[in-house]
């Protein structure tokens, strides 16, 4: 389970599926399979968020 925090503002690309805007701010908590082998699109998506000012929890 992943927990995303995007600040106002920010506009951001989820895994190139979704295009998130957030105007007045936003928290997400995104429920995923286990990912195995797919460490770099995990770590991309971590990337984008931190590049817009957001932060992500990882939580299980």
Do not use: D, F, K, W
């Amino acid at each position: 389970m992943l927990r995303i925090y995007i600040p106002a503002g920010a506009e951001i690309s989820l895994l190139g599926l979704l295009q998130v805007l957030s105007p007045s701010g936003i928290c997400l908590i995104v429920r995923i399979p286990p990912m195995t082998g797919s460490n770099g699109t995990l770590q991309s998506l971590i990337q984008q968020v931190q590049a817009v000012g957001g932060t992500v929890e990882l939580a299980q």
